[in-house]
Structure formats: C-alpha cells, structure tokens
C-alpha cells in the first residue's frame, strides 16, 4: 500500500499505541460519520450491515487496511481493532495474531492497493485469522471507465493504484477464499455515476466537498444503480463435518 495515504483522518476515533503493528479503536464520537466522503462512508456502511446482522455480543473484528479506524463508527459495543501499515505498522500479508483471533476480519478498499503478486498472501493471512466471516470490499471492473477518468481529472495517488494495476477479480476472489475453506456471497453496489460527481469536488474543490459529501451521505447514501462502484464479498468459513469434529475431540472426552 502507499505511504502516502491522500485520505484525512476522521475526529470520532483514536487509536491505542499499537502492539505487533495492531491497535485497539476506540470509539469517541460517532457524530463525525457525517464528515466522512459519501464514497467511504457507502463502502464502509456495506461491511458495517454485513457484520452488525451476524454479529454477537463478545465478538472480535479485525480492520485490515482501514487508515484511521473510521469503521468502527457504524458499529456501536463491538471490538474492534485496527492493522494498517500507515497508522499502526501492521502488514496484511504478515498478521501478527493467531490463527482464527477474531470472528470477523474485514478489508474494505484494500485489496485494490495491494500489489497483484501479493494479493494471494494477503488473502491467506485474512482468511486464517478469521473464526468465521471475512468481508471484503473494492472497485469492481464495471467501474474502471469511471477509475480511469478520475486519474485523469484528479492524480490522486489512489486511484493511479486502481488503473495502473488490475482491480480485483471477484471471481479470483471468490475461489481462493473458497480453497481456503469459506463459502462466499458478492453483492454489487453503489452508483459509478454518482462517484465520479461527488470524487471529482470532493479533491478539487475541498470547500464545496465536505457540504457535498453530507448531503449525498443524507440522501444518497443507497442509491440504485446501472453500474456499480463496488464488490462487497462476504464469506463464511464452512463448519467442520462431524467426522473431522470426531478426529478432533480432545483425548479423555
């Protein structure tokens, strides 16, 4: 991932120094959803849904990628912590903890920054610290028109990395998280159309952008679609079959 994230980092949440390149969020004022950029917030609403229908009350997330720590905020009570190279230290293709940490691992616009000879990696780690469910999200294809001119418009540091390397194919995606023991859900999302308005004065007219992004995360924050922006992938780790249980079982039980 770059080092030079060209993304501010939202007031609402801060971050425990880290420990083996990972921190604690700590939420402190969720008001402050209103100042994200309508594209994050719509992409990190997606994960959020996901994870708030499946969750319980003692489970764990891990935030793979997420800058600042900024999904915590849709998700009121629930643990969560935090691995990115640029605020913590922490890499997506060597996680420091333990196989199966956390009921949830999310990377919500990561995979894409990723270089494409080390996506497989990153997956790999994802899936092994994951318990249970992985959600994943990122520009799909159908948005690469739109990619393309954005770079054009706006040489945002960001975007050079979706079109100059491939976006994610979600079909890749899907069969590796697959070989690694997970069955998977992909829902397109998010209007292209709209991005390109709202990322275009959002970097060159900053002024305007923030009144911008709060309107449209007030009114268009679901808005159809002919194409869409993003691929949400969901996953969950297939349960173990009675006979592999049985060859588990501990001795004397």
Same mark, same amino acid.
């Given at each position: 991932?770059?080092?030079?994230?060209?993304?501010?980092?939202? &007031?609402? /949440?801060?971050?425990?120094?880290? #420990?083996?390149?990972?921190?604690?969020?700590?939420?402190?004022?969720? =008001?402050?959803?209103? $100042? +994200?950029?309508?594209?994050?917030? /719509?992409?990190? *609403?997606? @994960? @959020?849904?996901?994870?708030?229908?499946?969750?319980?009350?003692?489970?764990? +997330?891990? &935030?793979?990628?997420?800058?600042?720590?900024?999904?915590?905020?849709? %998700?009121?009570? +629930? =643990?969560?912590? %935090?691995?990115?190279? $640029? #605020? #913590?230290?922490?890499?997506?293709?060597?996680?420091? &903890?333990? $196989?199966? !940490?956390?009921?949830?691992?999310?990377? /919500?616009? /990561?995979?894409?920054?990723?270089?494409?000879?080390?996506?497989? *990696?990153?997956?790999?780690?994802?899936?092994?610290?994951?318990?249970?469910?992985?959600?994943?999200?990122?520009?799909?294809?159908?948005?690469?028109? @739109?990619?393309?001119?954005? %770079?054009?418009?706006?040489?945002?540091?960001?975007?050079?990395?979706?079109?100059?390397?491939?976006?994610?194919?979600?079909?890749?995606?899907?069969?590796?998280?697959?070989?690694?023991?997970?069955?998977?859900? %992909? #829902?397109?999302?998010?209007?292209?159309?709209?991005?390109?308005? *709202?990322?275009?004065?959002?970097?060159?007219?900053?002024?305007?952008? !923030? =009144?911008?992004?709060?309107? +449209?995360?007030?009114?268009?924050?679901? =808005?159809?679609?002919?194409?869409?922006?993003?691929?949400?992938?969901?996953?969950?780790?297939?349960?173990? !079959?009675?006979?592999?249980?049985?060859?588990?079982? !501990?001795?004397?039980?």
């Amino acid at each position: 991932m770059s080092n030079r994230v060209p993304i501010s980092k939202i &007031d609402g /949440v801060r971050l425990e120094p880290p #420990t083996r390149g990972i921190s604690r969020v700590v939420r402190e004022n969720k =008001e402050s959803l209103t $100042d +994200l950029s309508w594209d994050r917030f /719509v992409r990190l *609403q997606a @994960a @959020a849904c996901y994870v708030e229908a499946h969750r319980g009350p003692s489970d764990r +997330l891990l &935030d793979v990628g997420g800058y600042d720590g900024a999904l915590a905020l849709f %998700l009121d009570d +629930l =643990e969560i912590h %935090l691995l990115d190279p $640029d #605020t #913590t230290g922490g890499l997506a293709t060597a996680i420091s &903890d333990d $196989d199966g !940490s956390y009921r949830f691992v999310a990377a /919500v616009d /990561v995979l894409e920054h990723i270089e494409p000879e080390q996506r497989q *990696q990153a997956l790999k780690e994802i899936a092994r610290v994951s318990s249970k469910h992985v959600v994943l999200n990122y520009p799909c294809e159908a948005s690469k028109a @739109a990619q393309v001119l954005m %770079l054009k418009l706006t040489d945002n540091s960001l975007i050079r990395q979706h079109v100059e390397w491939p976006l994610p194919d979600s079909n890749w995606v899907m069969a590796e998280l697959e070989e690694l023991g997970f069955t998977c859900e %992909l #829902t397109p999302h998010a209007n292209a159309g709209l991005w390109v308005g *709202q990322y275009l004065v959002h970097n060159l007219m900053p002024e305007a952008g !923030s =009144e911008l992004n709060k309107y +449209l995360i007030e009114h268009h924050a679901n =808005e159809s679609f002919n194409v869409p922006l993003y691929h949400l992938v969901t996953a969950v780790k297939k349960n173990i !079959s009675s006979k592999g249980a049985k060859n588990r079982t !501990s001795p004397g039980v």
